[in-house]
């Protein structure tokens, strides 16, 4: 199968064929300790509900490479300490520095012009650049498709300067994201198209990509590291409407993992572009002409969704507030909503947008 | 947290809760924090962060607290025509849409599809609107039910401006709160004059000068555009785009067409959101005007021409029961709405806020240029019309509005749009085709017949359709007709369409089954279930039966004597003339036979839900073509869609999901009832969706395992040749057969006065039906002639080598329509660049993965049983990935022992763990499955007979009462059979229940919904809006929170009662303590220790049609149970 050079690895549109139809569902799941004990079992029994589920997902012609599936997890710190280690990177404390996971084009040379324009960002938004780490990949653990569309993996880490908080930090590194790819989409990088940054944070980490849920510990050899562990783990096998191989389009995006679509999409792409004019926020000052587009108008309706619920979550608002705001809980005429126990859209309405 | 239950396996012991999330609601795991926080605090905790109630109260207005206008615009008898005609109305519009929604306060309703031009390709002048078509959900999003969800539904509309979201002040609520869009005069003029805070109007023209054409239309849309961008720059917040002032020389800018173009340009330059528009127009008039309007981004919209026709009619004596003008717009405007509502929830949008602006439609017939300038991000695949022809469109209008008016001439233009009409809009089937096919099929005379299909292909001087504009290539190399292969063999990939029985009349209905067994096509149930006694060939060698099974979203008669009884299951995601929508067979039509067809009760009405419950997403679909296939192995699964854009994505997932045949069908519809406006202006033709499907499908090397069948008013063999080209392989017709047995196109099929006997279910009416199965054969062998005649022309001898070449199309030469000049049918024709190994037909079937599932094991042991009827035992453990347990079984039970099945209790299986999705789904009569344990979504889908019985396992700590046991839509079409649940089930339990009876210890929203028999029994908390739309069966709901009555019960349909009667009483003990029995419920073993003092809390639910059929009085009020009080009737009726 041809690999499509568009942003989203999804052909252009041709004939009556027009990607933006395209649609996916799935199974999805989370494990969770509540008290926020990390261990590799979380990550284990993560996988195992992942496998248990792949009955919902779907494969197209290559009965081997699956629609996508992905994990989300906190970043497992002891285990990149000592990988880090003998690639001679020192990681500082965790929370310090955010790990980029990065896909890149396979060739050399144009992975190397996407790596120094990310790099230049960094800096410029002043961060630095502790040093890149291979991620360890099977090829032979995918299915022929997608092992042709394989992107090259690396993880970026990016240390944080010492005045920033945490909180701050990741935000520069919404701001960087943001900045790196709206650079490299507009440049003349040959294969640009590969570029894309599943995660880049101080607190998680998504390995995602084409694959069938059985064969993304096999993929991702940190998975089934021991000194992988994590407190949470969340994971996503997809069904999409089409065989084109899109690594891109795996779930967990930054926040989210989603089932289901998003039907008002065109409107609710409209109405976020319509008001960046009046976005104002002190915790971003003047960087936040940095993060226009709000949504990438190359992604899809999940895909946007979790750069809306990035927008809102670094502008200070909790998740819960946010998911409120995105998705107010249908109410008129409901004769169960006592103002007590319950937000009706009018309450919230000065920054309910609902999706 | 997972989608499914069961995913990882943990220890009963160790499990404390199990619950499921609901809707909206949020479940929230603070790691830092330590613990689970309810959604209720965490709505509780955002509701208290700012004093928004307070800031409401303070900012936000509503209508009526601004003050009563000096001046209202007053009705204009004089000039009324003039602007009626300026504006395009047409007599229909006033006779067939504005008068009916006056009269009745709803849409008006028709049938027969429509087989009028597309506008880009009609001779009159069309509003723009007719120029889009609504999207609506099907497969991957499931539509709403406006009427019995109403809660969810809204129409509110907030007014002002939007501040920076990323912050909350007070001057966020600072909004004026409309309740629906529709403004009258009045409430315009209080707007106009509006000053509150920064609340302020201006009112933008929205006129051209008529002599200037497109030029003078498109400087006007800049000066427009331009006006409305400084207005928001001076401050003004409301902006009122207004066509009041058309005179002799000012025509309308198009309503539609002036909206976009503010509202692109504002979105342009990132003001949009700080500013409403708003329409005053004459133009809109009918529900899909209004949809239009707010779906490219009006905040409200003034109607006034049709208020002002409403004044007009009304003063004349036209209105019924001399309805004054005030009532006549309060149930215009009412009609409206719930149309609106309606056109939302087609699409699964359910509040105004979220369709505004959300373009769900796609354009047919409009230029490139035109759709970049101002319908930015709507598809328009096939070009058309640009501003020239809009303003000529206009100029048109104009012209006839302001030539002298003559004596003779007080007239409306006729319209003809949904009626043949002289001199109206053209028709496919006019008076003259329908007798030319008529004669010749009873005088068996090809060449009449080809006389017929002339007039029809023959479209030069009547563009109608798409393919009218499609030329079939020579240039291979004719091959002799005689090696073409017989039409006997092509008539084996022809259908019927799916028009059940209650839609049209038994004899129709058995002449298409018997027309279509002899030549070996396939007739189609529809959605009625079909008579047991067809199954079994007659005497004469005749067969009644139909090939195809339709699985709709009632499932009515949908048992598994039924599913066996096939070659084919079609699932229909949608239909032709209503896609999106749901139906319903009013009481009145629901006689002994039909009632006893659909599992109902005579004089019961029926109603059809929007969604099928059980498929809201792909790998929904793709699990419901598991459950059937299962059930019935043999059988082909089909998935019926309506062609839309992005329908060939929809199919490429329906490929994915293991169906073996996908059917787009098309836009125009048949004998379905269905609101004018979804018969007009939902779906796109099929030659769209078939040639969109064929592409996608090609891209995916998906289509070699999938068969394409398209519909959707085919009448000709050029039709089918075309169709075969575009890459169908099967073939659907419905109007034309029924043309063939008699029907003249009176479009009258939903009010039961069809004179020839087709479409009533009158005795009287139905004796005058004289259509032979031999008409119906004789019509498709002409059909299959001409095809013939085409294949040897193009030198192909098999259909198969037809199939998708698309290359033998090619475009009409020499079209000088001055409309159709401009569509462009290059996306249509267009052939993706593969690699020839890639097949363009199916060539091979797919793998529908039944080796692996549970039932060989179940059926192997049943072997004694089958064969037998010897009882047998088994045990198995069970997960989740184990899917439609039981199905497979209870198939070959039907097929062995009919609909009678086995004796009770005959197979007796046990399970231990986590049932994976449709757990004992169609089980039959005679097997008894006991799972201990959980199970996920589905259990007991359309159980046929069957018992099951779930129960937590014996080592639980937790109460099964408050703890889920099994996950949503349980039971769904269940026809017969008994289920047992010690536990909670998720939402929408026995949805379309219509003869099973069900103990459950709590369960979700939605329960019992469109129930028509059958008995359930809740011990235990219900969620929202329990019992809408259900019109028959009995619940019994143990109400132990004491709010049943107030919160959780939707009281539309049903009375609630006490349990007092003898009858009820005992019913609701045997089966509580048949519960215990089975299960060993602690909540069962309670209720029956303390049986006196817990009996008043139980509450009847009574189906206010279920009483009438019954001939039990309403009652008047409804029962709210009183704390327990031990009386003595009660003790009586207990041990009476």
Redo the contacts between chains.
Sequence with gaps: ?QHWKTTNGL?PA?????P?????????????????DKSHQIIE?GI??LI??????????DPETGDGAGVLIQIPHKFFVRECEALGITLPEPGEYAVGMTFLPVEQHPRLNCEGVFERIIREEGLTVLGWRDTPVNGDAIGRVARASQPYIQQIFVGRPSEMDEDAFERKLYIVRKLAEKEISESDIEDKEFFYIPSLSCRTIVYKGLLLAPQIANFYGDLSDPDAVS??CLVHQR??????PSWKLAHPYRYIAH???I??????V??M?????????PLFGDDINKIFPVIDPHGSDSASFDNAVE??FQ??RSL??V???L??????????IK?????P???????T??? | MASEAGVLSVAPEKVKRKGRLQPGKMFLVDTAEGRIISDKEIKKRLASRQPYGEWLTQNQITLDQLPEPVRVHASDHATILARQRAFGYTDEDLKMIIEPMAAWGQEPIGSMGTDTPLACLSDKPQPLFNYFKQLFAQVTNPPIDPIREEMVMSLISYIGTERNILDETPENCHTLKLPHPILTNRDLEKLRRVSRGDLLAITLPALFRAADGEAGLRSALDELSKRASLAVKSGYTLLILSDRGVDKDYAPIPSLLALAAVHNLLVREETRTLVALIIESGEPREVMHFALLIGYGASAINPYVAIESLEDLAGRGYLPGNMTSDVAVKHFIKAINKGLLKTFSKMGISTLQSYRGAQVFEAIGLNEDLVNAYFAGTSSRIGGVGLAVLAREAQLKHGFAFQPITEADTELAVGGSYHFRVNGEYHLLNPLTISKLQHSIRDQNFKSFEEYTALIDQQSQNLATLRSLMKIKKGRKPVPLDQVEPAKEIVKRFTTGAMSFGSISKEAHETLAIAMNRIGGKSNTGEGGEDEERYGKDANGDWRRSAIKQVASARFGVTTNYLVNAEELQIKMAQGAKPGEGGQLPGDKVDDVIARLRHSIPGVGLISPPPHHDIYSIEDLAQLIFDLKNTNPQARISVKLVSEIGVGTVAAGVAKAHADVVLISGDSGGTGASPLSSIKHAGIPWELGLAETQQVLLMNDLRSRIRVQTDGKLQTGRDVVIAALLGAEEFGFATTPLVAMGCIMLRKCHLNTCSVGIATQDPELRKKFAGKPEHVINYFFFIAEQVRQFMAELGFRKVDEMVGRVDMLDVQPAINHWKARGVDLSAILYNPPLPGRVARHCVQKQDHGLDAVLDHELIAGSKAALENREPVEMSFPIRNVHRTVGAMLSGEIARRHGSDGLPDDTIRIKFEGSAGQSFSAFLAKGVTMTLEGDANDYVGKGLSGGRVVVHPPKKSQFAAEENIVIGNVVLYGATSGEAFFSGVAGERFAVRNSGATAVVEGVGDHACEYMTNGLVIVLGSCGRNFAAGMSGGIAYIFDERGDFTEKRCNLASVDLEAVIEPRDVELVHTLVRRHFDLTGSNRARNILDNWIEMLPRFIKVFPHEFKRVLGVTRTRQQYIPCQPLPLPELVEALHG
């Design positions: 199968m052909p041709q004939g009556l064929y027009d933006a139809n395209e649609h996916d569902a799935c199974g999805m799941g989370f494990i969770a300790s509540i008290r926020g029994q195992q509900v248990n589920l792949t009955h919902r997902g779907a494969c197209g012609c407190a949470l069904f999409s409407t089409n065989t084109f089932n289901g679509e039907n008002t999409l065109k409107g609710n409209a109405w572009h319509a008001r960046q004019s009046i976005l104002e926020s927008l809102l502008a200070g819960p507030h998911m409120a705001m998705i107010p809980e249908a109410w008129a005429g409901n004769p169960h103002p007590e126990t319950f937000v859209a009018d309450m919230l309405l000065p920054t947008i609902s999706w």
